[in-house]
């Protein structure tokens, strides 16, 4: 396999990097959020977010359970789940990212004493998991159906990658190293033919390969995919399906089972798609995906409808009132998008990014970036409560955004994503660069070729529709800009305002899915792209039998919803009317829909022989973005709103 030269990653910083594909992916040193909606984000996460979870992390004795494993009392003194070392790597890995993005001197310390942790904590043969294997716990690997062990060991190795791409090789990916050789050595090809029950060691491995130029750890996570889906995990009330394990991999139909297991394990198959030229795999999981998204995804991105087993539905199950959408399966989808997108080149996996960005990943994360929701309801019926305190823990979902959960996955993944976020901006195939997700950002970038370009995006989207790019670099001969049409506004036809590119002030012609300008660029020739930003109506597809008869609100990427506080309209009992099509300014929020209060009060008995026929009383229902709900106090809210 060919292997990016290691130099190439420290300046690139970038979270995955295929040795083969459509295009070159850019790194945090290449492309950079220099203000706007991500970039607030990314403040929070880097200044409050990380401090925040480690204060969790060191309460609930998680980073204390790293001592050396032959010490006495190491299994007595050992806190939390099975899982709870990889939210510590997934903090760790976070606060790479953000030491790439934003180099601070004592970050870059607190790596170095939690990677030294790490290494003190592991036993000589590179065995490194908290709950197992010391004296008085469960023998090594002795649980693999819910042990997370090799989930956990996958966490680490991601966190070693996020550093040496963004601070060059030092303990932690020594760490990893030893740890990634103790698993090739345990389930090598004459090891026990098992897999972890939650895939992630997959992609992990996967990239070490990348980052290492080891063979060995490629084929490791190979042999795992081989592994999978021949029922060797036990039988469990969930199924095979829970775990991924009911069918082989290259002959599934869809994403099923346990959200994030199954985005998961298709992002680690992509990957190995990818390095090994197996295109038959790589098809596969496109296909997977493509039916998921055409069956089982929330009109937020979100996925994942079945809160029992925190897992997919049949197609077409989409519950607004029941949606599970883990945070953590919005950031997993994000991952098999990006790597789908960089292998295939297919513009609609940019556009499902965009998606989630908006509308599940923004939606979690609290004001303050010390709260998060961990499910993603679509329709919240009761007031949810009143956020709680920076040391109160709560339940799953429901609730209000909580400071923490007992089970505290989600954190950790929009952090790592966050700090990560300029690194999904753009790419370069040949001597193109293709813009993808809009934000204010410095690009700097070498094309195929070697030639120097830079361009700076200067934009209040999704605020409003308007993006200026500016040249401030470029080289002889001519190049390319392509930027992405985004779905919505490439099916504007229904009397919106359709997309428009000026090109130094002339208009070029705007079609598909993306519009690419080729010139011999100048420094300081200006590109706008005007996407259309008039509120739309969006209608479900039947078969979603739970909102049928509904239609939500859309604005560009952003999802709206209604949310009552204690003095607006009980939201069950407003109807709309899809006649009348939404107002709203082109660069404003204010949304407002023509609808009626149907007050048809509830009877003995809520069936009866004949339609129900209440009086109908005339209002305006007042729409705003769905990643803004339940900021201002407790609230109901709905994005599917039943049609008059
Ligand atoms: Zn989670």
């Known amino acids: 396999m060919t292997v990016t030269a290691r130099t190439a990653d420290l300046a690139g910083g970038r979270p995955v990097v295929p040795s083969r594909g459509a295009m070159r992916p850019l790194g945090l040193g290449e492309a950079r959020i220099t203000g706007g909606f991500w970039a607030r984000r990314q403040q929070t996460n880097g200044s409050a977010t990380l401090e925040h979870g480690r204060m969790w992390m060191d309460k609930l004795g998680w980073t204390g359970s790293f001592v050396p494993a032959d010490r006495a009392g190491a299994a007595a003194d050992r806190r939390g789940r099975e899982f709870t070392d990889s939210e510590v790597y997934k903090l760790v890995e976070a606060m790479a990212w953000e030491t790439g993005r934003s180099p601070q001197p004592g970050r870059d310390r607190e ?30 690997y002795s649980d693999l159906a819910w042990g997370h062990e090799l ?65 060995r750890y490629l084929d490791q996570a190979a042999l795992f995919l081989r592994r999978r889906g021949h029922r060797s995990l036990p039988p469990h009330q969930f199924g095979w399906e829970y775990f991924s394990d009911d069918v082989p991999i290259r002959h599934a139909h869809t994403l099923r089972g346990h959200a994030v297991r199954a985005l998961y394990l298709a992002a680690g198959a992509v990957d190995v798609a990818v390095e090994t030229g197996d295109d038959e795999l ?195 001969g001519p190049w390319s800009i392509a930027l992405r049409l985004p779905d919505w506004a490439a099916g504007a036809a229904s009397g919106a305002t359709a997309a428009s590119v000026i090109v130094n002030g002339r208009a070029q012609t705007v079609g598909g899915d993306r519009v690419v300008v080729r010139r011999e660029f100048a420094v300081g020739d200006e590109i706008v792209l005007q996407l259309p930003m008039s509120p ?39 109807r709309v009317d899809p006649a009348t099509a939404p107002a709203g300014e082109q660069d404003g929020e204010a949304v407002a829909v023509a609808a009626l209060i149907d007050d048809t009060a509830p009877a003995a008995w809520p069936y009866a022989d004949a339609p129900p026929d209440g009086s109908r009383t005339p209002t305006t229902l007042r729409l705003v973005p769905y990643h803004r709900w339940g900021r201002r106090g407790p609230a109901t809210m709905r994005i599917w709103l039943p049609r008059t």
């Not at 791409?165 to 190293?177: F, H, K, P, S």
């Not at 990006?338 to 556009?351: C, I, S, V």
């Open 282 to 476: 790589l098809e596969a999981v496109a296909d997977q995906f493509d039916r998921t998204l055409a069956r089982r995804t929330y009109l937020t991105g979100g996925m994942g409808s079945r809160h029992e087993d925190e897992a997919f539905g049949e197609d077409f199950v989409l519950p607004a009132d029941r949606a599970y959408s883990e945070t953590c399966a919005g950031v997993a989808a994000i991952m098999l998008a990006w790597r789908l997108l960089l292998a295939t080149g297919r513009a609609r996996y940019a556009d499902v990014i965009e998606r989630i960005l908006y509308n599940v990943v923004a939606t979690s994360i609290g004001d303050d970036g010390r709260s998060f929701f961990y499910a993603n309801t679509l329709h919240q019926r009761t007031p949810t409560g009143v956020v709680p305190d920076d040391q109160e823990q709560l339940g799953f979902g429901g609730g209000p955004r909580a400071p923490w959960f007992e089970v505290s996955c989600c954190l950790g993944n929009t952090a790592r994503l966050i700090a990560s976020l300029s690194a999904y901006l753009a790419a370069v195939a040949g001597d193109e660069l293709r813009l993808f997700q809009y934000a204010d950002a410095e690009v700097r970038t070498t094309l195929a070729d070697g030639r120097a370009i830079g361009v700076s995006v200067a934009t209040s989207y999704p605020d409003s529709g308007g993006i200026r790019l500016r040249i401030t670099e470029t080289a002889g």
């Open 111 to 140: 790596i170095g004493e939690l990677a030294a942790m790490f290494a003190s904590a592991q036993a000589p043969d590179g065995y490194l998991h908290t709950a197992f294997g010391r004296p008085g716990q469960r023998p090594r």
């Open 151 to 215: 989930y956990c060991t996958g966490h680490l190795l991601q966190a070693a990658v996020a550093r040496t791409r963004t601070a060059g090789a030092d303990e932690l990916l020594e760490v990893a190293r030893r740890a990634a050789d103790h698993v090739c050595a345990t389930f090598g090809n004459d090891g026990p033919a098992i897999v972890c029950g939650h895939p992630e060691i997959e992609t992990a491995l996967a990239e070490l390969a990348r980052v290492t130029g080891e063979q």
């Open 536 to 574: 739309r109506f969006t209608f479900p597809d039947p078969r979603i039998d739970a909102v049928r008869g509904c239609v939500a609100v859309e604005r560009g990427p952003v999802v709206l919803c209604a949310e009552s506080t204690e003095t607006g309209p009980d939201l069950d009992q407003v």
